[in-house]
Protein backbone atom coordinates (compact mmCIF):
# COMPACT_ATOMS: atom_id res chain seq x y z
CA UNK A 1 0.00 0.00 0.00
CA UNK A 2 2.63 2.71 0.81
CA UNK A 3 4.44 1.61 -2.58
CA UNK A 4 1.52 2.87 -4.44
CA UNK A 5 2.02 6.04 -2.80
CA UNK A 6 5.38 6.78 -4.20
CA UNK A 7 4.42 6.42 -7.79
CA UNK A 8 2.31 9.57 -7.99
CA UNK A 9 4.37 11.26 -5.81
CA UNK A 10 7.47 10.11 -8.31
CA UNK A 11 4.90 10.83 -11.05
CA UNK A 12 4.35 14.51 -10.08
CA UNK A 13 7.97 15.23 -8.88
CA UNK A 14 8.75 14.38 -12.37
CA UNK A 15 6.42 16.09 -13.99
CA UNK A 16 7.22 19.33 -12.05
CA UNK A 17 11.22 18.81 -13.30
CA UNK A 18 10.51 18.76 -16.77
CA UNK A 19 8.24 21.93 -16.66
CA UNK A 20 10.98 23.44 -14.74
CA UNK A 21 14.06 22.59 -17.21
CA UNK A 22 11.88 23.93 -19.93
CA UNK A 23 10.47 27.08 -18.49
CA UNK A 24 14.43 27.08 -17.61
CA UNK A 25 15.72 26.50 -21.21
CA UNK A 26 12.94 29.32 -22.86
CA UNK A 27 14.03 32.13 -20.35
CA UNK A 28 17.89 31.52 -20.53
CA UNK A 29 17.59 31.42 -24.65
CA UNK A 30 15.31 34.63 -24.36
CA UNK A 31 18.37 36.05 -22.09
CA UNK A 32 21.03 34.51 -24.14
CA UNK A 33 19.23 36.69 -27.36
CA UNK A 34 18.75 39.60 -25.43
CA UNK A 35 22.28 39.77 -23.79
CA UNK A 36 24.33 38.38 -27.21
CA UNK A 37 22.48 41.10 -29.05
CA UNK A 38 23.64 44.10 -26.81
CA UNK A 39 27.27 42.27 -26.97
CA UNK A 40 27.74 42.11 -30.32
CA UNK A 41 27.11 45.66 -30.81
CA UNK A 42 29.75 46.61 -28.59
CA UNK A 43 32.35 43.59 -29.76
CA UNK A 44 31.59 45.21 -33.23
CA UNK A 45 32.29 48.49 -32.44
CA UNK A 46 35.26 47.57 -31.12
CA UNK A 47 36.51 45.24 -33.34
CA UNK A 48 36.50 42.35 -31.21
CA UNK A 49 36.27 38.94 -33.72
CA UNK A 50 34.65 36.93 -31.13
CA UNK A 51 30.72 35.19 -30.85
CA UNK A 52 28.60 36.97 -28.26
CA UNK A 53 27.47 33.63 -27.15
CA UNK A 54 31.28 33.82 -25.14
CA UNK A 55 30.61 36.75 -23.48
CA UNK A 56 27.22 35.01 -22.48
CA UNK A 57 29.31 32.42 -20.71
CA UNK A 58 31.93 34.23 -19.34
CA UNK A 59 29.13 35.79 -17.22
CA UNK A 60 27.80 32.90 -16.12
CA UNK A 61 30.99 31.51 -15.59
CA UNK A 62 32.09 34.71 -13.43
CA UNK A 63 28.88 35.19 -11.61
CA UNK A 64 29.01 30.92 -10.10
CA UNK A 65 33.22 31.55 -9.59
CA UNK A 66 32.41 35.00 -7.12
CA UNK A 67 29.25 33.04 -5.95
CA UNK A 68 30.90 30.22 -5.05
CA UNK A 69 34.16 32.58 -3.57
CA UNK A 70 32.01 34.64 -1.75
CA UNK A 71 29.75 31.70 -0.05
CA UNK A 72 32.92 29.70 0.69
CA UNK A 73 34.68 32.99 2.62
CA UNK A 74 31.67 33.44 4.46
CA UNK A 75 30.67 30.14 4.82
CA UNK A 76 26.97 30.90 4.33
CA UNK A 77 25.35 30.60 0.71
CA UNK A 78 23.42 34.11 0.72
CA UNK A 79 26.46 35.32 1.15
CA UNK A 80 27.36 34.80 -2.57
CA UNK A 81 23.99 36.19 -3.85
CA UNK A 82 25.56 40.29 -4.24
CA UNK A 83 28.86 38.89 -5.62
CA UNK A 84 27.24 36.48 -8.27
CA UNK A 85 25.07 39.39 -9.37
CA UNK A 86 28.57 41.64 -9.60
CA UNK A 87 30.15 38.83 -11.68
CA UNK A 88 27.37 38.58 -14.09
CA UNK A 89 28.35 41.79 -14.78
CA UNK A 90 32.09 41.72 -15.01
CA UNK A 91 32.78 40.37 -18.70
CA UNK A 92 29.59 43.22 -19.83
CA UNK A 93 32.36 45.52 -17.99
CA UNK A 94 35.25 44.91 -18.95
CA UNK A 95 34.26 45.14 -22.89
CA UNK A 96 32.38 48.08 -22.18
CA UNK A 97 35.35 49.56 -21.00
CA UNK A 98 38.22 48.11 -24.21
CA UNK A 99 35.19 49.63 -26.65
CA UNK A 100 35.35 53.07 -24.47
CA UNK A 101 39.24 52.95 -24.59
CA UNK A 102 39.22 52.57 -28.43
CA UNK A 103 36.79 55.14 -28.84
CA UNK A 104 39.25 57.70 -26.90
CA UNK A 105 42.15 56.41 -28.86
CA UNK A 106 40.57 57.12 -32.04
CA UNK A 107 39.69 59.95 -31.31
CA UNK A 108 43.06 61.55 -30.11
CA UNK A 109 44.30 59.70 -33.72
CA UNK A 110 41.62 61.69 -35.73
CA UNK A 111 43.48 64.73 -35.86
CA UNK A 112 46.32 63.36 -36.55
CA UNK A 113 44.63 61.55 -39.72
CA UNK A 114 42.97 64.73 -40.78
CA UNK A 115 46.05 66.75 -40.74
CA UNK A 116 48.19 63.76 -42.41
CA UNK A 117 45.07 63.25 -45.10
CA UNK A 118 45.26 67.53 -45.63
CA UNK A 119 48.74 67.63 -46.14
CA UNK A 120 48.70 64.42 -48.50
CA UNK A 121 46.07 66.37 -50.79
CA UNK A 122 48.17 69.27 -50.56
CA UNK A 123 51.30 67.15 -51.86
CA UNK A 124 49.03 66.21 -54.84
CA UNK A 125 48.04 63.10 -53.82
CA UNK A 126 43.75 62.03 -54.61
CA UNK A 127 41.58 61.48 -51.19
CA UNK A 128 41.58 57.54 -51.99
CA UNK A 129 45.77 57.35 -51.90
CA UNK A 130 46.09 59.91 -49.02
CA UNK A 131 43.68 57.34 -47.08
CA UNK A 132 45.96 54.60 -48.35
CA UNK A 133 48.76 56.65 -47.06
CA UNK A 134 47.10 57.57 -43.51
CA UNK A 135 46.08 53.47 -42.95
CA UNK A 136 50.15 52.40 -43.77
CA UNK A 137 51.37 54.45 -41.54
CA UNK A 138 48.97 55.29 -38.37
CA UNK A 139 48.20 52.75 -35.93
CA UNK A 140 45.06 50.79 -34.80
CA UNK A 141 42.32 52.09 -34.17
CA UNK A 142 42.14 54.50 -36.95
CA UNK A 143 43.83 51.73 -39.39
CA UNK A 144 41.03 50.15 -39.16
CA UNK A 145 38.22 52.43 -39.98
Same mark, same amino acid.
Given at each position: ?????? &?? @??? $??? +???? %?????? /????????????????????????????? &?? @??? $??? +???? %?????? /????????????????????????????????????????? %?????????????????????????????????
Amino acid at each position: MAEAVW &VP @VFG $SLL +CFVV %AGVRLF /AQGWERYERTYAKGAERTLEAAWISMPPS &VI @VYC $SVV +CALA %AYLAAA /AAWGNPWAGAPFALGGLALPRMALWRIKRRRDRLFGLQLVD %ALAGLSNAMKAGLSLPQGIEMIAREMHDPIRQE
